[in-house]
DNA sequence: ATAAGGGTTCACGCCAACGTGAAGGTCAAG
DNA sequence: CTTGACCTTCACGTTGGCGTGAACCCTTAT
């Protein structure tokens, strides 16, 4: 599959793709005229890698996620992992910190608003 | 007080504080010699717009935000809120699929390192 | 006088995930 | 052979919330 066809069945833009190319987040393969093949499964990659940047994930995080996923298939090891985990309930913890600070704003808005 | 002690006093650096002054959300008086002069009250304001800026609120909304409260507190007109509610509810609504999906991702990791 | 430690206004730098041309190959159809 | 719809690689533009000098003024202590 060309990226006009993973773009329009991902929903990402074929710049993103490449973009994602560029950060070690996706590696097609390259026909003969030099352009990009992709697999099925890179369609559930791309909709992983869409969800992890939507949460607020930086490429390189996911790009750590990625490799230590797939270590984890070949039962090699998972040493490079823990951090990732610390990592991830950084980003939990501050979007319950985001989560707090936009409802005590909509509570301070909301008694202005004499409204609830 | 002067804009170093109310930067130590709130945690924010001198150039956030002057950077919220050009987007509006800060308006200290200037003494004679220019110096800007903040009031008390600019500290709690101050802890408000870094929890507003914290739940990824723009500088745009966060004035607006201020506008409605100030003219919220003169019994004045609150015609400008609704579509700031309206945005404060997307926010809201967009954190909620952004901890849905570190959610899953950490599921997703947990499957893989066999963990809990 | 001068050094130290405030303050002021520009104005460029940064980072991240792409958007948006530009300039040019590839390939099937008319 | 040419049009048109794909694809390719640069490479600069964007958005936001500041960081980081630069160059300069005000005030107090030595």
Known sequence: ML??????????????????????????????????VYAESDILRV???????????????????????????????LEMCPDLRAELDALATRLDAQQNAIRKTRERLCVLTSDH
Do not use: F, W
């Open 3 to 36: 990226i006009g066809e993973l773009a329009e069945r991902t929903g990402a833009s074929a710049r993103a793709l490449r973009h994602y190319e560029d950060r070690g987040l996706l590696v097609p393969a390259r026909d003969v005229n030099g352009y990009r």
């Open 47 to 77: 909709a992983q890698i869409k969800a992890m940047i939507a949460a607020g994930l930086g490429t390189d995080t996911i790009r750590r996620y990625i490799d230590c996923a797939r270590t984890g298939d070949q039962g090699v090891s």
